[in-house]
């Protein structure tokens, strides 16, 4: 795969309210495009502009540089989320240490983190992440399915679902706040009971305080392309199923969400996990006393 060095404009967008479903106010991307090749991932999309997702990283060289600048001008704190477009801990980051560097500059201002990651490899900055725990920090894995086998064949560059789980269960013993993050559930492939029981399980036995659900997937131009190419090479047949079901739809949920989702929460229930996350909450400030 290519690597790329590029200069950013900016390191921060943010919005008007942190979003009710991952509590994020601000969003940072160190790297565009991705190594992990997961076959169903919608930053493939034209509407992202990035060219060659699988084939070249661009590497924003002068992120830590921006986001110092930008945090030391930032008045409201707020949760900075890791992985919307990419996984900011892909097989890269061991070398560059860009997401380990920028941890290390939220640490020194004091802001929240929402990492969401497919990799173990997020632990080389346990030190780090528990100096941001004490403000909060929370770590998302994602997780589709829990077998190994499966998702060498959806995710095939990405770590696999049990160094996930082992990589969730050396953050809750250090006190760190981890849960699983269960999109997309592809249809078809995922969306069975037997899946859901085998997630919830194996997270409520790593330490998950939470998992995250959504019972379908997104498709829409590169991206359909790229998993339908996919669903070819290991489903055969299965691609029909799709364009029948789904035609152009860009929402695809999995024929029995309803059932899956009530399923899903009695599971939690049972295992004693959250169905939403445990969001940020500000400290409020404390009033000075001028009486003695």
Request: net charge positive.
């Amino acid at each position: 795969m290519k690597i790329t060095s590029i200069e950013a404009k900016t390191m921060l967008s943010h919005t008007k309210r942190p979003g009710p479903f991952f509590g994020q106010k601000y969003n940072m991307n160190l790297y565009r495009g991705c190594m992990h090749r997961c076959a169903y991932c919608d930053s493939r999309s034209e509407c992202y502009q990035i060219e060659d997702f699988d084939g070249e990283v661009l590497v924003k060289a002068n992120a830590i540089e921006l986001l110092r600048k930008e945090l030391a001008g930032k008045r409201v704190k707020g949760v900075i989320g890791f992985g919307s477009m990419n996984d900011p801990f892909m097989p890269i980051e061991a070398k560059l240490n860009l997401a380990g560097r920028a941890l290390a500059v939220i640490a020194e201002f004091g802001f929240p983190v929402h990492i969401i990651t497919k990799s173990d490899l997020v632990l080389k900055d346990l030190e780090t992440i528990k100096r941001i725990a004490r403000v909060y920090a929370t770590i998302s894995f994602t997780v589709t399915t829990a077998d190994d086998d499966l998702a060498s064949k959806v995710e095939p560059l990405a770590p696999r679902p049990s160094a996930r789980f082992a990589a969730m269960r050396a953050l809750a013993d250090n006190g760190i706040q981890t849960g699983v993050t269960m999109m997309p559930i592809l249809p078809f492939i995922e969306d069975n009971e037997t899946n859901i029981e085998a997630i919830v399980a194996r997270a409520a036995a790593s330490g998950a305080s939470y998992i995250l659900p959504s019972m379908g997937m997104s498709l829409r131009d590169r991206q359909r392309a790229y998993y339908y190419a996919e669903l070819d090479r290991h489903f055969p047949g299965l691609r029909e199923r799709y364009e029948r079901t789904y035609g152009e739809r860009y929402h695809c949920d999995v024929p029995r969400a309803k059932a899956l989702y009530a399923h899903f929460e009695a599971l939690c229930e049972s295992y004693g996990v959250a169905a939403q996350l445990p969001l940020y909450r500000p400290q409020a400030a404390k009033q000075l006393s001028f009486l003695t």
